[in-house]
């Protein structure tokens, strides 16, 4: 059987982006105690019954801890089984984006433009959930832009089973995209002028009605009977909930200034530049002056207006927050984008032109995988793994980080009794997934921005007292002038401050440069408290 030339370049999307990631399967980019601890405490919680907050502090949706925790059933409960997971989900983001892209573009175009993003991509790598949600944003696009092309209302609720299981990934994001699909296919129903059919109506009816329904149905069952303040730490979306806050006026500047930098920090970024923006031009010429075919022309414009709108409705946790990462979920829109306009500007220039301009972007996007490979493949020495049995990885961060990790994971095995646990404080989940104790408190996280009220405290001391916990480990994030974080004991869980202090002692200090700022994954130190006899 004859393979299409799109059938082609889908495979070898999958297998470029799957040998882009192949390093990935046993490296992790720096590992924090905290985010990254948190998360492997929640796909392993669940594989023992527990629930997402109900059980256990969770501030994403409950759907990735089941994702992550069905591959340490099947492979085993080690970090490398979550890496294999998540390298899954870059391959869907490749593909995803490939077949979005070919709706707008050729074939081999869409091909580059997948590549040119999976080794450029911009990840918030704190967490093992967000590349679920970009996965889940991308498979929407390409539903909307197949819609699009032939009209096939099948793909409309495709988008809405996308939109749903983005939704349990995210909440805001996945009720963002269901505003982003309504409003686009209205905007293509209207310029296409399809029919407002029964089949139609009913898929309006399921996207402000019914997918919103079985929503609150899900979310009020996993909140079902936990205090409001346990809601609000789980979901912080209201209020003074976030330490971030921005003015819209200041954040608009301020993301067109971080491009700016980005493509002058660095020689090869003032090529790039020139060529994506010298493309958008040429191609919003092509447009507005109707050098396209007047078909294709209408679908551009469309197409482009879908980016659009996707673009701003995942922009809204930046614009209220100012927090670069949180403008990750509208890059990949953004990327598209700047293709669909090379490849309108490659109809128009000379043939020297075009083969110089795809050249120089094939260059930069093989020479970014090599790099990326060889990058990780440099840093996998013997100082950088962490040889804990649920470990089994290299990762980026400091040898001295490693070490403590491993060396405090070590005593814990050997001092905790079987059926012992320990209480770790402010944030350092990672010390309860590699010892496999469970936490003695549904409470993962102690900061300031957490705002634990004083009947919550008194709760976790009554748990403290009923388990009789001998042992607490204390991070050197206790004490920290981030925005946020705040210094155990005095501007955040007084009383818990004052319970630990009159029933344990210090026992051991570990690692860490104790006058420098402690970091999420650097700068790493930790004391071990006994609980006085």
């Not at 023992?48 to 492979?75: A, N, Q, R, S, T």
């Not at 998540?86 to 070919?102: K, N, T």
């Not at 970014?368 to 962490?386: E, V, W």
Request: some cysteine; aromatic content about 16%.
């Amino acid at each position: 059987m004859k393979l299409s030339v799109k059938t082609i370049f889908l495979i070898l999307t999958i297998l470029i982006s799957g040998l882009f990631v192949w390093p990935e399967l046993n490296f992790q980019d720096n590992l924090a105690q905290g985010d990254h601890g948190r998360d492997l405490y929640a796909f392993d919680a669940v594989t023992k019954g527990d629930l997402p907050y109900h059980d256990f502090w969770w501030v994403y949706g409950p759907l990735m801890p089941y994702y992550y925790g069905l591959f340490f059933k099947i492979f085993g409960t080690h970090i490398s089984s979550v890496l294999l997971g998540r390298a899954l989900l870059v391959v869907l983001c490749s593909v995803f984006f490939y077949l979005s892209a070919s709706c707008l573009m050729t074939p081999g175009l869409a091909f580059l433009a997948s590549l040119w993003v999976t080794q450029s991509r911009q990840e918030f790598f704190f967490t093992y959930n967000r590349i679920g949600g970009i996965a889940a944003e991308l498979f929407i696009i390409f539903c909307l832009l197949s819609y699009l092309q032939i009209g096939a209302i099948r793909y409309l609720w495709l988008s809405l089973l996308a939109a749903f299981i983005l939704a349990l990934i995210k909440i805001n994001f996945g009720l963002a995209a269901l505003a982003g699909i309504v409003i686009g296919v209205l905007w293509i129903d209207y310029s296409k002028q399809y029919r407002f059919s029964l089949e139609k109506k009913k898929f309006y009816l399921g996207a402000v009605f019914f997918v919103p329904l079985a929503l609150s149905i899900i979310y009020g069952l996993l909140l079902k009977n936990l205090p409001l303040y346990a809601i609000r730490q789980c979901m912080p979306y209201f209020g003074d909930d976030q330490p971030y806050h921005a003015s819209p006026w200041m954040v608009i500047p301020y993301y067109f200034m971080q491009h700016f930098l980005t493509l002058v920090k660095t020689k090869l970024g003032i090529p790039i530049g020139i060529i994506l923006h010298g493309a958008t031009l040429l191609g919003a010429w092509a447009l507005i002056f109707k050098k396209v075919e007047k078909e294709h022309r209408q679908n551009i414009l469309l197409g482009l207006g879908i980016l659009g709108i996707f673009f701003v409705v995942y922009f809204h946790e930046f614009l209220v927050s100012g927090i670069w990462y949180r403008c990750y979920w509208s890059m990949p829109f953004l990327d598209m984008f700047h293709f669909v306009m090379i490849g309108l500007s490659l109809l128009l220039l000379p043939k020297i032109v075009r083969i110089f301009i795809l050249i120089v972007l094939w260059t930069l996007t093989l020479l970014g995988i090599a790099a990326h490979i060889g990058s990780i493949q440099a840093q996998k020495t013997p100082d950088r793994y962490l040889r804990e049995d649920r470990g089994r990885i290299y990762t980026a961060n400091e040898p001295q980080w490693t070490d403590t990790v491993t060396r405090v994971s070590d005593y814990l095995n050997a001092a905790l009794q079987k059926d012992e646990t320990f209480l770790a404080l402010p944030y350092d989940c990672l010390y309860y997934y590699l010892t496999n104790r469970q936490s003695p408190t549904r409470q993962l996280i102690f900061f300031d921005h957490i705002k634990i009220p004083q009947e919550q405290e008194v709760s976790i001391i009554k748990e403290l007292e009923k388990k009789n916990m001998a042992y607490v480990l204390m991070s050197n994030r206790m004490i920290s002038d981030e925005n946020g974080l705040g210094v155990f004991g005095k501007t955040y869980c007084p009383l818990l401050g004052q319970y630990i202090q009159a029933h344990y002692k210090p026992l051991i200090r570990q690692g860490g440069d104790w006058t420098k700022r402690p970091g999420p994954m650097a700068n790493h130190g930790v004391i071990i408290l006994k609980r006085i006899s």
